[in-house]
């Protein structure tokens, strides 16, 4: 079977799905087409998840699907970018049409929820990876980057955190729980939901955004970096999750909350007269510290001493 | 070392390089931001390279980088688009310093050629291999697709053909030849030479357009099903090609024109009234048959006798 025949059997309905007039040519030629809005800027943003280092051997190709499209539509919520669509380069060992179903079903059903479509391909021989690379619009000079960030504006986050590295040792088989407490975890692992509605809320907001990818301390690293300013982090107000804390119990909860990636959730700093109006629509939001002038992230406790963890500690969920 | 790290430390010059105004953001963000031309589309394409299908398990870095560009960007020269940028996804076995500066500067070495900036990318540990998104801008409307062949049209090219199908017996070891026969055949397939200004110089005039990877019959078909007509390939008609000949005779050659891919140069349909102007430009260009009525691909000898091959002995080639 051909590379677009393959695409075009089991990935039709994303291809169809959303992108809209912002999509001109789509799979098939030797290249897509978008044409975005006048006035508007494209953003880009690639990743790659390889088998064995970044999902497990055994895993359900649809969550797999649905995981795989998530983590790069996360970056351009991140942007503030609206969605508009995405290439799939699959490297396959063999064509296994019970796999490709699953995958293609998880891919279709996360790109409808994001309004992507699929707009081009490349299906290889190969271990098992996929390339998904997404597109989207956003108005010149609008983006939600790294570097705005200034001392003064708090420091927020979009949702729960952590949890997605809680979900890890029932995803890898080394622990099991209630399904009250299984269920949430593991959908926020396999399932994560790409803010993008949020994201385009903070356009003009925000004065620096990303997404949790490498854990919030080593993200809050990267905001502080590329602004030049310091970040606090207060522990106390990390947001709830009572399934973490019923799987690993508070300390461990905690650990994970700080330093834990792949959960896809927004973190921002925003000057403090916009936030009543953003809280009120999007109750998720919790404040979870401050900028400052100087550099670095540390963490404060609830009588403000530095309980900021040694790196070693939280190593190995920051690559 | 960090994701952003590695890229910046080893492809520094192809983020520096080219690119222009069209990057309003480059690496280091959650997305880079392009900011095309009003009035322009973005033209996208992805390819994925493995080790071991795509490429010989032992095989110089440099090489590796040049054809891992170029590949791709050939996939623009066959849309009309002038290039902009491309985002690089690489996966490593490991970070050995003396393959990834052979890989990158044979990258950047070809980006520069190719005016392409890289905008973004990803690292990940697993099985080598790449995948390249490229990105270009082409006037709207005005992109070369495959499906604006109309009889009567000229079918041409703009190179000589299968000297990369040739060069495989050599890239594997399998044969030896005079450097003056090896090295000509080596280079169209290590890295080939994306036809970007010849492919901008076809937009207006071009009816149909494609870069020739699949090998000229397969590539054919696609003009001929996507613009629902016949192409008629006069076998006389085909490029000569020297080194070709002398490494494996006339007849292998013959076969090798037609079905071997991996050439990157460009195939098209053209109104003859716009041959004049561009053969005097383009000393390169063939014209090697016709488009008919009809539908499918033939290959006519010089009397005009049809001497199709059976698919059978070129299906290796055509994947």
Redesign the interface.
Known sequence: M?EFELIRRYFASAACAAGGEAV??GI?????????K?GE??????????????FPTVCDPFLLGQRALAVSAS??A??G?SPIGF?L?L?LPEADPAWLEGFARGLNQKAQECALAL????T????L?M?V?V??G?P?GQ?L???GARPGDLLCVGGPLGEAGGALPLVLGEMTAEPSVAEPLLARYWSPQPQLDFGQALRGKASA???ISDGLLADCGHIAR?SGVALIVEADKLPESPALEALLGAERAQQLKLGAGDDYVLAFTLPAEHLPALSANWPALRVVGRVEAGSGVRVLDGAGADITPRQGGYLHFM?
């Open positions: 051909g001109a040519l098939g030629d030797d290249c897509a087409l978008l044409a975005p006048a800027q494209l953003a880009i943003s690639t990743d790659t998840l390889v088998v064995g280092v970044h970056d351009l991140a942007m970018a290439t380069a490297t707009i081009g391909g490349d290889t021989r190969g271990p990876a390339t690379t597109f989207g956003v010149a983006a980057t790294r570097a955004a990303l997404d590329a690559e």
